[in-house]
């Protein structure tokens, strides 16, 4: 069950926090330059930090939400970092997802952690089902968690329950979508990317021990 007091006190830290705006532009520029880097995975390394990756994966989401204004971009672009997933057209490819396609059915921080599992669990062969069940087993235990931490997977309850108080629909209007600024909702959706990054890391490491 969602803890609402804890995830306001999140977006009450998120709205006041120090944006390094320069340093996570230059950032973000950096990898649709060169790219993700691969990686290696050390399972016991990786085991060995567990909370410190999950930590560092969730800030980065509500980092890359803030900068980049997507919250979808954020969630996937801090997992596959990560563990060297994918590449920068990934994530080109989710430029309509926040909102699912700002209709509000479903959070980027599904979405973008979906596609960060799917990169990891799937497989390169299309013709590997068995692949693409395990990648959709996964993704049933990812979105009821994902529901319990937030309350939700779609963005009016959300938006009402653990950000704003009530749904802002930026997707609506120009004149919404100023509001939400505003409001300060590019860094206060962070607590549902943060989030969603985490769970789908958590779920990533889950799976090597």
């Given at each position: 069950?969602?803890?609402?007091?804890?995830?306001k006190?999140?977006?009450?830290?998120?709205?006041?926090?120090?944006?390094?705006?320069?340093?996570l532009?230059?950032?973000?520029?950096?990898?649709?330059?060169?790219?993700?880097p691969?990686?290696?995975?050390?399972?016991?390394?990786?085991?060995?930090?567990?909370?410190?990756?999950?930590?560092?994966?969730?800030?980065?989401?509500?980092?890359?939400?803030?900068?980049?204004?997507n919250?979808?971009?954020?969630?996937?672009?801090?997992?596959?970092?990560?563990?060297?997933?994918?590449?920068?057209?990934?994530?080109?490819?989710?430029?309509?997802?926040p909102?699912?396609?700002?209709?509000?059915?479903m959070?980027?921080?599904?979405?973008?952690?979906?596609?960060?599992?799917?990169?990891?669990?799937?497989s390169?062969?299309?013709?590997?089902?068995?692949?693409?069940?395990?990648?959709?087993?996964?993704?049933?235990?990812?979105?009821?968690?994902?529901?319990?931490?937030?309350?939700?997977?779609?963005?009016?309850?959300?938006?009402?329950?653990?950000?704003?108080?009530?749904?802002?629909?930026?997707?609506?209007?120009?004149?919404?979508?100023?509001?939400?600024?505003?409001?300060?909702?590019?860094?206060?959706?962070?607590?549902?990317?943060?989030?969603?990054?985490?769970?789908?890391?958590s779920?990533?490491?889950?799976?090597?021990?």
């Amino acid at each position: 069950m969602a803890d609402y007091e804890a995830l306001k006190e999140r977006v009450d830290e998120l709205a006041s926090r120090d944006w390094d705006v320069p340093g996570l532009e230059a950032k973000v520029k950096k990898l649709s330059a060169e790219g993700i880097p691969r990686k290696t995975l050390d399972r016991d390394e990786i085991l060995a930090n567990k909370e410190q990756i999950l930590d560092r994966v969730q800030r980065r989401a509500e980092e890359y939400n803030f900068i980049l204004k997507n919250c979808a971009k954020g969630t996937a672009l801090a997992v596959m970092e990560e563990f060297g997933l994918g590449n920068m057209e990934i994530i080109k490819a989710l430029s309509p997802f926040p909102g699912f396609g700002g209709t509000g059915w479903m959070c980027g921080g599904v979405t973008g952690g979906l596609v960060a599992l799917a990169l990891h669990f799937g497989s390169d062969d299309v013709l590997d089902h068995e692949a693409t069940g395990a990648t959709i087993g996964v993704a049933r235990e990812f979105m009821p968690r994902f529901e319990d931490e937030l309350g939700s997977v779609r963005c009016p309850a959300i938006q009402e329950d653990a950000v704003f108080g009530r749904y802002m629909d930026p997707a609506a209007s120009e004149e919404n979508m100023k509001a939400f600024a505003i409001a300060k909702g590019f860094e206060k959706c962070g607590v549902a990317t943060g989030r969603g990054a985490r769970l789908a890391a958590s779920l990533i490491i889950g799976s090597m021990e």
